[in-house]
């Protein structure tokens, strides 16, 4: 993996105890020789133990600090002086903000507000003298473009109009027409990126890939929405890492980049891949194939039917392209929540 070639700075990563942001952390401490804080409020979410190998690390710097809170942001912010934010501290799971909106629009978009608020001070006061080197780097999703059809050859791309379904979605797209409007207005420098669906190691174990896992190793029914036919577009979180580190290094201010790996799969050949992976890894025994357990449910509510992003324009103008080939990234992400058991089960009590 390339190391960084840009001039050590102090970048703050917010949600660095979260599933990308402990994953960005890692790799910037371990490739780069840039100073990091992460920043977190520990929400269900987050967890210190992502970041065990960098916690004793002299370049790694922890402030529990939520984002909502103006005054403790400013003062982190005076403490650590910033060079450069990746913004990923967000409420990121779907179902929850079916079921409770609220915290969607409290964290994605009035902590997103806040954010932005204290970078300006923080660029036209204290930083003023260095402001046009500063960056904002914001993650958020392709799902603000909504869903495509199932039986069609379209992907999203940066000119594709917004049309959010979920609360998460309209919560992020919100967020991202902050990002745009504090650039606009107050000329803060920030580049914007929408990732596809992330997987790899410390996913909090509410989404597919570890709920699979964790209820075929417990024998339960492994449940999937619908006929399981709706597509998402899959890219190991390294990949997602190594693309916000080139962003940050080479990407255009101002600038949208859509970062993804090509990896349509149906939810149920995603299903169906661990299961085969299990079958290998933690043999069932005489129940026979962990296929057996799969178990179609009601679909969700508005549950998009189709994503994928066409990544041109970052392979293009960042040099950077997805590397990790789906099935060398699911065996190594399932060996580790096999691995991780343990851990998941202790998370899933927390909520
Ligand atoms: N996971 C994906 O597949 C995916 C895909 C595209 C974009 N994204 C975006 O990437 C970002 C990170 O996603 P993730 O999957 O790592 O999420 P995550 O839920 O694993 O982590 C979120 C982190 O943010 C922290 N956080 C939540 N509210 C906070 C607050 N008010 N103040 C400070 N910290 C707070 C949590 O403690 C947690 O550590 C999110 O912005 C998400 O929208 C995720």
Redesign the pocket.
């Known amino acids: 993996m390339p190391d960084s070639v840009s001039p050590p700075r102090t970048i703050i990563v917010?949600?660095?105890?979260?599933?990308?942001?402990?994953a960005l952390v890692r790799h910037l401490v371990a490739h780069t020789a840039h100073e990091v804080v992460t920043?977190?409020?520990?929400?269900?979410?987050?967890?210190e133990r992502a970041l065990a190998e960098v916690a004793a690390h002299p370049r790694h710097h922890f402030e529990r600090?939520?984002?909502?809170d103006g005054e403790a942001l400013r003062a982190a912010f005076v403490r650590r002086e910033p060079d450069a934010v990746f913004?990923?501290?967000?409420?990121?799971?779907v179902d929850r903000s079916i079921e409770a909106p609220a915290e969607f629009v409290?964290?994605?978009i009035a902590?997103t507000a806040t954010l932005l608020d204290v970078i300006r001070e923080w660029i036209d006061g204290p930083y003023a003298a260095a402001r046009s080197d500063f960056r904002l780097v914001h993650?958020?999703?392709?799902?603000v473009y909504g869903s495509l059809p199932l039986e069609s050859e379209t992907r999203f791309d940066e000119g594709t109009a917004y049309d959010p379904h979920s609360p998460?979605a309209a919560s992020?797209a919100a967020s991202d027409h902050l990002v745009r409007a504090w650039a606009h207005t107050y000329g803060l420098p920030a580049i914007l990126t929408?990732?596809?669906?992330?997987?790899g190691p410390w996913?909090?174990p509410e989404?597919l890939i570890p709920v699979v896992v964790l209820r075929a190793l417990a024998g339960e029914s492994i449940p999937v929405y619908g006929e399981g036919a709706n597509v998402r577009d899959w890219m190991h979180?390294d990949d997602?890492v190594r693309a916000l580190v080139a962003v940050l290094e080479r990407g255009r201010l101002g600038r949208t980049y859509d970062i993804g790996a090509r990896g349509e799969l149906t939810n149920l050949s995603v299903v169906r891949d661990i299961c085969w992976l299990l079958n290998e890894l933690v043999p069932a025994g005489s129940g026979g194939s962990y296929e057996r357990l799969i178990t179609f449910v009601d679909d969700r509510p508005g549950h998009d039917l189709r994503y994928a992003t066409d990544p041109g324009r970052a392979e293009r103008e960042l040099g950077w392209r997805a590397e990790i080939p789906w099935d060398e990234g699911l065996r190594a992400t399932v060996q580790w929540f096999v691995d991780h058991r343990a851990w998941s089960v202790e998370r899933l009590r927390r909520r």
Do not use: M
Not at 14 to 22: E, R
Not at 87 to 93: C, I, M, P
């Open positions: 917010t949600g660095g105890a979260g599933f990308i942001g402990s920043l977190d409020k520990l929400t269900y979410a987050g967890d600090v939520d984002i909502c913004h990923l501290a967000a409420e990121s799971h409290q964290t994605n902590g993650v958020s999703t392709d799902e998460y992020k929408h990732s596809t669906n992330n997987y996913q909090y989404k979180v997602h």
